[in-house]
């Protein structure tokens, strides 16, 4: 039940996030871990007002909260079972960061690559952002690192970044990144050795090796092994031959 004394407080979303992470499935679990991962803001009526970011430009990083929009409805658990401690041990829900929350609100330090105010809209580029395309923002505000940044914090179960993997590819695989590369100007081999080094797979699956996944980044499909020692990236196709070929 409602506390008494409290209100219902609506959000209004302040823009929309254009990324090239399409699925869940292979988001880094924090901003930062891969930093060729492209994605923008762009504000939406009546907040996409040239003024609204105004002075903004200064700043280097700036901090984004959003809604959790794709987990939403499966509501909050008051603990979950972290991946860093191999998806056995349960902590808090506000001992942890993840999506399944009492207001589905997220929080990540990005960086800003560049503010665009042409053409009756206002574009916020981001770099090495962890958010899914469509993700609702609902608050932007500049990081600033002498009050922000604590040098000194401990960081309970979670004290290191998490181990990188060793990320192969096959020949062909090369090629079609090359060729993708070339044809867009997005870096797709470097996204996907970033993505994959940081083992997106739920604990559960770690122990199922040799086992083969598929992920989506930008509008290609990315198919990859994992082995015990190494991940090895089989296969890259674009999104619409995939579905033409399983069809
Ligand atoms: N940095 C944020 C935070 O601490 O609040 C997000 C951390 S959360 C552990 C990161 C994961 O959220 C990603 O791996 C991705 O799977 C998921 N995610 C990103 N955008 C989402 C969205 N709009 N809806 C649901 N899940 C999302």
């Not at 000194?152 to 993708?180: I, M, N, W």
Request: aromatic share 8%; hydrophobic share 35%.
């Amino acid at each position: 039940m409602q506390h008494p004394s409290f209100s219902v407080y609506a959000l209004d979303p302040i823009g929309i996030v254009h990324s090239c992470y399409r699925e869940k499935f292979g988001i880094p679990r924090q901003p930062g871990l891969a930093t060729a991962a492209t994605a923008f803001i762009e504000l939406l009526p009546p907040y996409n007002r040239p003024e609204a970011v105004q002075g903004l430009d200064g700043f280097s990083h700036l901090w984004l909260q959003f809604i959790f929009h794709q987990t939403l409805a499966e509501g909050w658990r008051p603990t979950i079972r972290p991946p860093r401690l191999g998806g056995e041990a349960r902590v808090g829900v506000f001992a942890n960061r993840s999506t399944h929350r009492p207001n589905g609100l997220g929080l990540s330090v990005v960086k800003l690559k560049g503010i665009d105010t042409r053409d009756g809209k206002v574009i916020i580029e981001l770099e090495g952002s962890d958010l899914l395309d469509g993700t609702p923002i609902v608050d932007i505000k500049p990081y600033l690192p002498w009050a922000d940044a604590v040098t000194d914090a401990q960081c309970g179960f979670a004290p290191e970044p998490p181990l990188k993997r060793d990320v192969r590819f096959t020949q062909d695989a090369v090629l079609s990144c090359q060729h993708y590369e070339s044809s867009t100007g997005r870096p797709l081999q470097t996204l996907v050795i970033q993505v994959l080094s940081q083992d997106p797979r739920p604990a559960y699956l770690h122990r199922r090796p040799g086992r083969s996944h598929g992920i989506q980044l930008w509008d290609q499909n990315i198919r990859w092994q994992a082995n015990d020692d190494h991940f090895l990236v089989t296969d890259i196709k674009p999104v619409e031959l995939l579905h033409e070929s399983t069809a």
